[in-house]
């Protein structure tokens, strides 16, 4: 829902400055429509419903996967693709993956989305209309900014839109923000944000070279200023980053990459998520093997880890499939 046009629309009509606050109370709340606003009058219901779009996007198609993970493609109002992710977990946990901007500009060489053209930053609304669309189907307590794009590409409308998610239910220690290293926005999210936003960080190599060649970013912001931001972060927010490693079959696999990154990072600082890599064309996803030697080695060096369970997989809605080619 566009607020901006809502407040505007209300004060047209003459309406108080509370009714925005009573749509968007039922809006969070998972209603379907107007119609449902029983506290507002009939005439202005009508008048919302032809004036006021109840979401900024459309949805084009929603496939669902045999683990019960939902992904959703949606039009904005321009055209633009975006996907988001519904994922369910057996211990009730309901976490959405939503997306920052229509593609990434970045070009990581693993991300399928990198492979997109890209179109533009989303509005803080259609940030939020991602999630309320899932809200609709059922409650919601977790959320991550590791969809299409680079969240801290887009600050403002991400901050936007994750400093209202509380009043849908998903907390602000339930909310993470995932950034490749782009240090402008990292350093205002360090300085500015009090809010316990958590923070993650996507590495996939502790050696320059070879993470320059994964990710380009590198060249331009250096693996090493972005960890000074991150332990400023720990330092004054007293929380660990989370370290995304996707495991790239003999490329940043090895045991000797393992200790690379022990090598890194401090174990008071960082706590690594090794994702398993979904392929999607330029390379193959490391063994399961391969894997649990990589965390033996990050065990011995006493690294807090863990090794993501994969959601999605077969409607390409998992790590690094996001899309959009329909």
Not at 168 to 178: D, E, K, L, P
Not at 262 to 276: A, Q, R, S
């Amino acid at each position: 829902m566009n607020l901006e046009l809502l407040e505007q629309t209300l004060a047209d009509h003459g309406e108080p400055s509370f009714r925005a606050g009573q749509v968007w109370e039922w809006t969070a709340r998972g209603a379907a429509g107007y119609d449902e606003m029983t506290n507002l009058p009939r005439a202005l219901r009508d008048a919302l419903a032809e004036e006021v779009p109840f979401s900024t996007l459309t949805v084009e198609d929603e496939a669902h996967a045999a683990d019960g993970t939902v992904k959703a493609l949606f039009r904005t109002g321009d055209g633009h693709p975006v996907e988001a992710v519904l994922m369910r977990y057996r211990d009730g946990r309901r976490s959405i993956c939503v997306s920052s901007q229509s593609g990434c500009p970045l070009t990581c060489t693993f991300c399928a989305t990198g492979a997109m053209r890209f179109g533009r930053n989303l509005r803080a609304s259609e940030i939020l209309d991602q999630v309320l669309h899932f809200r609709r189907i059922e409650p919601l307590n977790h959320l991550v900014f590791m969809g299409m794009g680079e969240p801290f590409l887009n600050y403002e409308d991400v901050l936007a839109a994750a400093r209202r998610l509380p009043e849908i239910g998903i907390t602000h220690r339930r909310t993470t923000i995932s950034t490749v290293g782009w240090l402008p926005g990292l350093t205002r999210f360090v300085d500015e944000v009090e809010e316990p936003i958590r923070l993650a960080l996507s590495i996939h190599a502790a050696n320059p070279r070879l993470r320059s060649q994964i990710m380009p970013v590198n060249d331009r912001y250096p693996l090493s200023s972005v960890l000074e931001e991150c332990r400023r972060y720990v330092e004054l927010r007293h929380r660990k980053v989370f370290v995304e490693y996707v495991m790239l079959a003999g490329v940043n696999d090895s045991v000797e990459r393992a200790r690379e990154l022990t090598e890194l990072l401090d174990p008071k600082v960082f706590k690594v998520n090794l994702i398993p890599y979904n392929p999607t064309g330029m390379y193959d996803g490391s063994s399961r093997e391969a894997i649990a030697a990589f965390k033996a080695v990050l065990d011995r060096a006493r690294l807090p880890s863990t090794v993501r369970l994969t959601r999605g997989r077969d409607i390409a809605a998992a790590c690094g499939q996001l899309a959009a080619m329909r």
